[in-house]
Structure formats: structure tokens, C-alpha cells
């Protein structure tokens, strides 16, 4: 497999004093090509995106009232062919513009100890129709250490990029869209911080409900001609993650400072491969960050927790089994991972750095290979849940102007 990529994109901002308040302009423009080989296909694609929004800020009362029109643009045009020489140009080819509007207001309250924010958004996209999102975020100070955020709302996304996230589609001769719907997320969070002197602290629940969410099938058959197809279609019911994590820093000496996070989170969904890759529920952070004169070091050590590879990987239905016939592990181990990383600042501009990504050579390869053959004989390199890269050391000079 290898991949060349060339990218050119330009951003821009106006801002304008109008009235009482602000008039803001904003362009944006890239465009991408891509030539790709892999495992004997042959993909090419050049996409163009841009992004126009004019926007004006103007206080109402005491509140701080922003509206605004925007309009997006991608096209992505690829040629290509399969392993076997088959001409399958325009596989994924779309054409996606979306004119939007919004509003958005902003007013503290109780002498500033509560800020409001609320927004709406929509959007009119031309395959998947009007899509309106709501917005509300509040931020409560109950004093000079501790505040509460509580946020609530909807975002969407249009399904693009189905090269990146099957290079399967490469096999086929074209992709039947059966998908009518964009990605859809209702998401809540509060979030509760505390700042002192040397001790900070933030904790968070979360929770997301996705429906819609965009499935691709490389392995299915046209009925009539027997050609392999990709099916675009989307999952029938949500995919719902809910969690919570912990982050605790504590300034252990003028120069040193250590951090201990957590988090843990269920992935709950009823249709296989609606989710492709297996996550850990449970993960842990260590951190210590060292800063004296020239000097600055940070150790960071993360340990992951077991994934439950028989769910995600639906062996229910698909068994996956190694090259010697064994089966696959139901569940992966937990394993550690720690990164150094420490640099010398000569002067101003110039700094030396030296750095050792897992220390301790943990690669999944160790315990259970990638590569997984199904009962039918067929295999990939997609059974992931550990790093396949082991040690890694680096280092380089900085300069910074």
C-alpha cells in the first residue's frame, strides 16, 4: 500500500466595527489530490472544499445577540480500477452543498455567576435534506474555585471519505447508496471544575446518542450482473455512548507537577460492524511534567483496559480465527504504554529535544496477531485493539522565531 497525497488550502478572516457591534467575514478553500496503490488497486481523486460566512455581532439589551448565513461546498471526482484491472472511476463521487443559516445569543446573569449561551443552525444540504441544530451550554461560577457547565445539544454529519474508511470499496464496482439520512448526534454533558492553587480538578458525564449512523458493505453481490458492490446504507437503530472521566492535577513543587486521569465509557449497539474497530471501556492516564530553566521533561504512562473483541467483532456471526486455526481472543488484554520526552532550550530560538514513544516495546503483535481469517477462508488486517508500532525513538533541534 502506498499513498501520495498533495493539499492546498487557504483561510481568511474580516472583521469590521458595524454599530454597536461587529461584521465578520470568513473564507475558506482547499483542495486535495490523492494517488493511491493498494493491494493491486489503483485509486486517484481530487476533491475541492470551500466555505463561505458572513456574520454580524450586535448587542440587544444585555444580550449579546450573533446571526449569520454560511454555505458549504465538497466535490470529490476519483478514477481508478480494481485488483483485477476493472474500471471502476466515479466510485465514490458526490457533490454535497449546504447553504445554512444561525443564530446565536449570549447574557450573563446574577452578576456574571451564570452565563447563558444558545444557538440554533440550519442547514439545507442537498442529498439529505433540512437538518436544524439546537444548542444551549450554561456556565454556573459558584465561586472563584469551582464552576458547573452543563451543555445539551444536536450536530450532524454528512457521510464522505469512503475510501479512508473502507478501503474495501476498491474491490467493487460501484457503490449503491441506500442512505437517505444524515449522522445525527443528541449529546448532554456537565462537567464540574475546581482551580486552586496547586491542586485543579475537572470530572464530566457524557452522553451521546447517534442515530443514522453511515454502514458501508464491501462485500455484497449485484443481484442481476453478480458484480461486487458496495452497499452505503445506514444503521436502523442508535448508537448510544454514555460515560464519565476524571482529571486531577497537583502541583507538587514549583517545578514539578503531577496529573492522574480516568475515564470510562459503554458503547451500546444492536447491528454488527456499526461500529468498526473495538474500544476499551476503561482507560487510566499518569503524567508528570518537570519545567526548571533550560529544562522540560514529561513522563506520561496510559494504561488500557480489556475490549470485548467477540461484540465488536460480531463473532457471533462472523468467527475470526487465526492462520493456525486457533480462535480469536474474546477479550484483549489490558496493557501499558509509556512515552518520555525531554528538551534543553539553548536560547531563544534554539532548543534540542529527545524523546522515547512506548518504552517498553508493547506491540499487540505480541500477544495476537492482526490478521484474522473468517470461517470462509477469507482474511484482513483488521483485528486491532493494541499498538502495532513497539519502540520509537526520536530527536531533533527547534527553532522558533
Known amino acids: 500500500e502506498i499513498i501520495f497525497t498533495d493539499r492546498k488550502q487557504f483561510v481568511s478572516t474580516a472583521t469590521r466595527k458595524l454599530g454597536e457591534g461587529s461584521l465578520r467575514f470568513a473564507v475558506g478553500y482547499a483542495e486535495h489530490k490523492q494517488d493511491s496503490f493498494y493491494e493491486k488497486a489503483v485509486y486517484k481523486a ?77 442547514d439545507k444540504h442537498n442529498i439529505f435534506g433540512g437538518i436544524t441544530s439546537p444548542r444551549l451550554n450554561v456556565l454556573w461560577n459558584h465561586n472563584h474555585e469551582w464552576n458547573s457547565r452543563f451543555a445539551v445539544g444536536r ?70 450482473t453478480g458484480d461486487p458492490i458496495t452497499l452505503f446504507t445506514s444503521a436502523q437503530k442508535p448508537v448510544t455512548v454514555v460515560g464519565g472521566d476524571l482529571t486531577v492535577t497537583y502541583k507538587l513543587t514549583p517545578n514539578l507537577e503531577a496529573t492522574v486521569a480516568g475515564e470510562h465509557f459503554k458503547y451500546r449497539f444492536s447491528e454488527a460492524g456499526t461500529l468498526a474497530f473495538a474500544r ?23 494504561w488500557t483496559g480489556p475490549m470485548d473483541l467477540a461484540k465488536f467483532y460480531d463473532y457471533a456471526n462472523n468467527p475470526r480465527y487465526n492462520f493456525d486455526g486457533s480462535k480469536k481472543l474474546d477479550k ?34 505480541d500477544k495476537e496477531s492482526m490478521l484474522w481469517v473468517g470461517a470462509d477462508g477469507s482474511f484482513d488486517v ?16 527547534k527553532f522558533t522565531l
Open 46 to 122: 481530487d476533491q475541492t472544499q470551500y466555505y463561505l460566512e458572513a456574520s454580524t455581532q450586535q448587542p440587544l439589551g444585555k444580550t449579546l445577540i450573533n446571526t449569520g448565513l454560511s454555505y458549504r461546498y465538497e466535490d470529490l471526482a476519483s478514477q481508478g480500477t480494481d485488483a483485477s484491472g476493472r474500471n471502476n472511476d466515479g466510485i465514490d463521487n458526490y457533490k454535497y452543498r449546504t447553504p445554512g443559516a444561525f443564530v446565536q445569543a449570549y447574557q450573563a446573569l446574577f452578576d456574571g455567576a451564570v452565563e447563558l449561551n444558545g444557538s440554533v443552525r440550519y
Open 155 to 224: 450536530g450532524f454529519r454528512a457521510p464522505t471519505s469512503f475510501f479512508e474508511q473502507d478501503h474495501g470499496i476498491l474491490d467493487t464496482l460501484r457503490i449503491v447508496r441506500r442512505i437517505d439520512k444524515a449522522e445525527t448526534s443528541d449529546n448532554a454533558s456537565y462537567a464540574l471544575s475546581f482551580a486552586g492553587d496547586r491542586l485543579a480538578m475537572v470530572s464530566s458525564l457524557n452522553y451521546n446518542r447517534i442515530k443514522n449512523m453511515a454502514l458501508l458493505d464491501s462485500g455484497a453481490t449485484d443481484p442481476v
Open 280 to 302: 476499551p471501556e476503561t482507560r487510566a492516564y499518569l503524567r508528570l511534567d518537570y519545567e526548571a530553566g533550560p529544562w522540560t521533561a514529561m513522563t506520561r504512562a496510559t
Open 332 to 365: 484483549s488484554p489490558s496493557y501499558w504504554i509509556v512515552d518520555l520526552r525531554g528538551e534543553y532550550r539553548l536560547n531563544r530560538q534554539w532548543s534540542g529535544f529527545l524523546g522515547v514513544d512506548n518504552v517498553f516495546d508493547f506491540k499487540q503483535s
Open 382 to 397: 483488521t483485528h486491532i485493539w493494541g499498538p502495532n508500532r513497539g519502540r520509537f525513538i526520536y530527536g531533533g533541534v
